[in-house]
């Protein structure tokens, strides 16, 4: 059966994954996919910039909808089960990227300002797919982690109910988690149910906060009141900010990016390896619902990283922040995305910069692509669970 595909062109390998024999595939900026874009499409493939409603599909020809996301808030699911419109999402996709974008931040700050980190408390809020990598790697490393998820703890609660061999790790109370010394937001954003996160880190929360916090927001904008965040700053610029999603986005707050550390355009999970898997997996569940096989997950060798060589003559952390630098640069990502909106005020035309660095972002691999030689024996365990691979000075 011959189809016809519209994809988000930032989405990689869709022509090798969706081109079978007789499909059509057209590619367009997310952004910009309009009602008559899709109205004789049969399989629309998007990243979490288009909004997927009535609006965009009702009576077109879609009748499979896929993001390569994994955050669903740009879908209407009811609606789209309502008129039987298959849909999937990318769950866990970018989710190592977004692990290596906190531990990524955290370093720099420790190399910039002097601030440890390894000897902190890290609250960790919304123990999902990204959430839950991060408070395993970072417990893996010998961090103190507090985890936030009310929905998966009452989960937990019943599978361990039902198995009471089942290994239960600990939930926080929020007035534990946001006592925290550095707080990682990780959740869907929800505005109702029993545990909405729409300003989940509302006004009075931003008030209990100690000096000193750390705040990285690389989960969705909207989960932080943002207005709150500001007033809190102007008057003691007592916090500090690593913010990747933006309540406004794609137009990014100015006043809010003068007060952060870093400012990057909604990049965290844009690894390379990311943007791979979350086509794959909807290849593979677009195959799925064309009852035929789907290919193996595709690896790329595409900008690997040379092994990193650890020297003795420098420090634990100076060594984690040169290698990490061979992967990707958190640090130029900031100062790319400041510098091409220092002198732009006009909300739309900040979007569209917004937008452009997304769309041109550098070609970024995953932690995992990395191999770190000659590293301390006595180091090489903790190294090794932030996602490297590590090559044990003992065994070089």
């Known amino acids: ?34 009602r008559a874009d899709v109205i004789d499409t049969d399989v629309l493939l998007v990243r979490s910039i288009t909004r997927v409603d009535a609006a965009l599909l009702a009576d077109t020809a879609v009748r499979f909808v896929g993001t390569a996301t994994i955050g669903t808030d740009h879908l209407d699911i009811p609606w789209l089960e309502s008129q039987g419109i298959r849909w999937h999402n990318s769950p ?64 937990r609660v019943q599978d361990h109910s039902r198995n009471p061999t089942l290994d239960m790790p600990e939930y926080s109370s929020w007035a534990s988690v946001i006592d925290a010394d550095i707080l990682c937001f990780h959740t869907p954003l929800t505005h109702s149910g029993p545990h909405p996160t729409h300003h989940l880190l509302n006004a009075a929360a931003i008030a209990q906060l100690k000096p000193g916090t750390v705040i990285i927001n690389a989960g969705r904008g909207p989960v932080i009141q943002q207005d709150a965040l500001v007033r809190r700053m102007v008057a003691e610029r007592d916090l500090t900010l690593i913010v990747d999603v933006w309540e406004t986005e794609p137009n990014p707050d100015a006043l809010l990016m003068s007060h952060t550390l870093l400012s990057t355009p909604h990049i965290a999970g844009y690894s390379l390896d990311g943007k791979i898997r979350g086509t794959w997996m909807l290849h593979a569940a677009f195959m799925a619902w064309m009852e035929s096989e789907a290919v193996p997950e595709p690896i790329s060798d595409i ?94």
């Open 92 to 155: 866990g996709c970018n989710a190592e990227a977004v692990v290596d974008y906190v531990i990524a931040s955290l370093v720099y700050r420790q190399h910039t300002q002097g601030t440890s980190w390894r000897d902190k408390t890290v609250g960790v809020v919304g123990c999902g797919n990204v959430g839950g990598r991060l408070a395993n790697r970072l417990s893996a490393a010998g961090v103190q982690v507090r985890r936030f998820d009310p929905p998966k703890q009452a989960d």
């Open 1 to 34: 059966m011959s189809l016809r595909i519209l994809a988000d062109e930032n989405m990689p390998m869709v022509d090798a994954l969706f081109g079978g024999v007789g499909h059509s595939i057209k590619t367009l900026p997310g952004r910009q996919i309009t």
């Open 303 to 396: 900008q690997l990283p040379q092994p990193y060589q650890w020297r003795d003559d420098q420090s634990i952390d100076a060594n984690l922040y040169a290698a990490i630098n061979q992967v990707f640069s958190i640090s130029n990502d900031s100062e790319r995305m400041r510098q091409a909106l220092a002198e732009v005020t006009e909300a739309a035309a900040r979007g569209q910069v917004f937008d452009q660095l997304r769309k041109h972002y550098p070609v970024r691999r995953e932690f995992s692509c990395l191999v770190l030689q000659g590293v301390p024996e006595q180091d090489s365990s903790w190294i090794r669970a932030l996602g490297f691979q590590c090559v044990a000075a003992s065994s070089v």
